[in-house]
């Protein structure tokens, strides 16, 4: 109760902003404002029938993916890349782990849930991680997996390379420049299980197929995909 005085109080002063639009946040909200929770393009393809998800299309023939999920629609220059921005280079991880929070309680409605057995981050490599300070998709992974509830591993992959940035490359250059960059550091993590794993964004889908291909030569079950936004 006290410290809820003291958050409103506080807000008084210095109101947080709403990470999608900028208007300043009322009382009880966090993160985004109501008015953006309500509006956000949400996906909502975890309500299809698998053969229905036009996600699963991106892996068809190359890698076997139970179900594809991605909570928000990116369209470039809208709240959603403001929002992945903000979570990617502006220090705010707390809204990764507030996305991860939110669209596993909508998993976890839809009856997905018991699905999964290990949520597993895509991993940046070590020297990424220590400019930025923290990985964008463990924040996510660690917001799912608390509301599915499932545990989580950011340990489970490691990235043995550093890649160059993918976003001027080909498909073909992108597959290449990941391929032989991830291994398993835990296989008896994987063995047997369904792995969940989550990225921020899913465009390609080229560093997810490297990661996902990894995971079930060391004997994963089965694989699905999460990410926060996906580009159509
Ligand atoms: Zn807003």
Known sequence: MLRTCLT???????PQACLACQDSLVAGEQHLCTTC???LPYTNYHLLPAAQNPLSRRFWGKLPVEHTLSYLRFLRHGQVQHLLHQLKYQGQQELGKALGQLYGAELAEAGLSPAFDLVVPVPLHR????????NQADAFAEGLAATLPCPWSAATLRRTEH???????????RWHNVATVFEVAHPLEVAGRHVLLVDDVL?????LEACGAVLLAAGARQLSIATIACAE
């Open 37 to 39: 929770r309500a509006e």
């Open 127 to 134: 020297r990424k991680l220590a400019r930025r300070g923290y």
């Open 163 to 173: 890649t160059t940035s993918q976003t001027r490359k080909s498909r073909a250059e």
């Open 203 to 207: 465009t390609t889908g080229a560093t």
């Open 8 to 14: 409103d109080f506080l807000a008084l002063f210095f």
